[in-house]
């Protein structure tokens, strides 16, 4: 539920990259300034990186970890979501190095993922 009180917010604040305030094209305003793989796709997270969190959320590329490797550092942040699933799978946010939105992802919960903490 904060995901999408997030997600809804900044879009509902002009954060999209093209400044709109209708669909998902937020992932600029939340990803940090540094790290991401280079992209030349337009409202990416890798291209012009120095335009990114105008939010604040500074969400970094650390990747993830699964089958116990480290993978994706640069390409992604994937975060966990309280939402769990069946086949031990559950719900997370991610930001990637070539898109301008955020997406959702399944994950296994017993891979690496990032977590960001809310404060009631």
């Not at 992209?39 to 120095?50: C, I, K, L, R, Y």
């Not at 309280?82 to 955020?102: K, W």
């Amino acid at each position: 539920e904060e995901w999408i009180t997030l997600e809804n917010h900044l879009i509902a604040n002009g954060y999209n990259y093209d400044g709109s305030t209708n669909g998902n094209k937020i992932a600029k305003a939340m990803a940090s300034t540094t790290g991401w793989i280079s992209s030349t796709e337009p409202g990416a997270v890798g291209n012009n990186q120095s335009l990114n969190n105008s939010s604040g959320f500074n969400a970094f590329p650390e990747g993830e970890r699964f089958g116990g490797l480290f993978a994706n550092e640069g390409n992604n942040a994937i975060f966990w979501s309280s939402t769990e699933l069946t086949n031990g799978r559950a719900m997370s946010v991610v930001l990637d190095y070539n898109f301008g939105s955020i997406g959702s992802y399944l994950a296994f919960r017993r891979n690496g993922l990032s977590v960001r903490f809310v404060r009631d």
